[in-house]
């Protein structure tokens, strides 16, 4: 028997933009005040928190529904880990951690991205070109951000449901769109538990690969494969959430410069709400 991700679900869901229209548009509200009220400087930083904050949010909220999780689902994980009774559910907790860990650093690391951009003292009558760089970073990138959160998350959910003896391969879409470099790729097989981090889908901005896997390890065996590919694959996708790594790798621009100390208090507050969930249930 074979099991595929279900990735025709998973790109329509990726296809529609009405989602992250109307999350830019939360984010360019708390944008606006924040450049009207930016000479409080007490103000300001309430302001930053909340636009991180809100970015978080949806960033993680993508993740959960590639995972099929609501969030008080995802809050249960959280308290009740010391209750699991499967490996399975462990995983699913460490999978669910590395994804709020990775994506709070993003939102502040991309927020801040943005914020740099400004002038030292923004003007209000100037208010239309700051939001041309809000709509930029907040929803041209946060569209393809959101995609690439969604579809990481949606192949850590299948994979979670793969035993560890079934031989896994590498597909593409077989179009005319498949990158000649991922269609070298096709047929690549390795049992999951050797399988390459690096090669779970999305290797690269736009990637619409899967994987299969069949659960007759005995009858097929894993094809041996070079390290070429390694230099191909985009760094900042060479983790993967399927095996408990960050969806954005350090290789990401946004993660070239040391956060301001503020924001570093910001993101440290994001953590602790969640880590706050698992520690007051032990």
Same mark, same amino acid.
């Not at 290789?251 to 993101?267: G, N, R, T």
């Given at each position: 028997?074979?099991?595929?991700?279900?990735?025709?679900?998973?790109?329509?869901?990726?296809? !529609?933009?009405?989602?992250?229209?109307?999350?830019?548009?939360?984010?360019?509200?708390?944008?606006?005040?924040? $450049?009207?009220?930016?000479?409080?400087?007490?103000?300001?930083?309430?302001?930053?928190?909340?636009?991180?904050?809100?970015?978080?949010?949806?960033?993680?909220?993508?993740?959960?529904?590639?995972?099929?999780?609501?969030?008080?689902?995802?809050?249960?994980?959280?308290?009740?880990?010391?209750?699991?009774?499967?490996?399975? %559910?462990?995983?699913?907790?460490?999978?669910?951690?590395?994804?709020?860990?990775?994506?709070?650093?993003?939102?502040?690391? %991309?927020?801040?991205?943005?914020?740099?951009?400004?002038? !030292?003292?923004?003007?209000?009558?100037?208010?239309?070109?700051?939001?041309?760089?809000?709509?930029?970073?907040?929803?041209?990138?946060?569209?393809?951000?959101?995609?690439?959160?969604?579809?990481?998350?949606?192949?850590?959910?299948?994979?979670?449901?793969?035993?560890?003896?079934?031989?896994?391969?590498?597909?593409?879409?077989?179009? %005319?769109?498949?990158?000649?470099?991922?269609?070298?790729?096709?047929?690549?097989?390795?049992?999951?538990?050797?399988?390459?981090?690096?090669?779970?889908?999305?290797?690269?901005?736009?990637?619409?690969?899967?994987?299969?896997?069949?659960?007759?390890?005995?009858?097929?065996?894993?094809?041996?494969?070079?390290? !070429?590919?390694?230099?191909?694959?985009?760094?900042?996708?060479?983790?993967?959430?399927?095996? !408990?790594?960050?969806?954005?790798?350090?290789?990401?621009?946004?993660?070239?410069?040391?956060?301001?100390?503020?924001?570093?208090? $910001?993101?440290?507050?994001?953590?602790?709400?969640?880590?706050?969930?698992?520690?007051?249930?032990?």
């Amino acid at each position: 028997m074979t099991a595929r991700l279900p990735l025709p679900g998973i790109l329509a869901a990726r296809a !529609g933009k009405t989602d992250t229209q109307k999350e830019y548009e939360v984010i360019r509200e708390a944008f606006r005040r924040l $450049i009207l009220g930016w000479e409080n400087s007490a103000e300001r930083k309430d302001m930053i928190g909340d636009i991180i904050t809100l970015r978080c949010s949806f960033l993680v909220d993508s993740a959960l529904r590639g995972l099929r999780i609501d969030f008080e689902q995802a809050l249960n994980i959280l308290r009740n880990h010391n209750d699991f009774t499967t490996e399975r %559910e462990r995983r699913q907790r460490d999978i669910l951690l590395a994804a709020v860990d990775n994506l709070v650093d993003f939102a502040a690391a %991309e927020e801040t991205a943005l914020l740099e951009e400004l002038p !030292g003292e923004p003007q209000a009558e100037e208010i239309a070109a700051y939001e041309s760089l809000c709509e930029r970073y907040n929803l041209t990138y946060a569209a393809r951000e959101n995609d690439q959160v969604l579809f990481a998350a949606s192949m850590a959910a299948w994979w979670l449901t793969i035993s560890p003896e079934s031989v896994v391969t590498y597909m593409t879409q077989g179009d %005319e769109r498949v990158r000649p470099w991922h269609l070298s790729l096709e047929g690549l097989s390795y049992r999951k538990s050797e399988f390459p981090p690096e090669l779970i889908p999305p290797i690269e901005w736009g990637c619409r690969c899967f994987l299969v896997a069949d659960g007759f390890a005995s009858v097929h065996g894993a094809l041996p494969a070079g390290e !070429g590919y390694r230099g191909q694959v985009d760094p900042v996708f060479r983790e993967s959430l399927a095996t !408990g790594g960050r969806i954005f790798s350090p290789a990401h621009a946004y993660f070239s410069k040391p956060l301001p100390e503020d924001v570093q208090q $910001i993101v440290k507050r994001l953590k602790e709400r969640f880590y706050h969930v698992q520690d007051h249930a032990r």
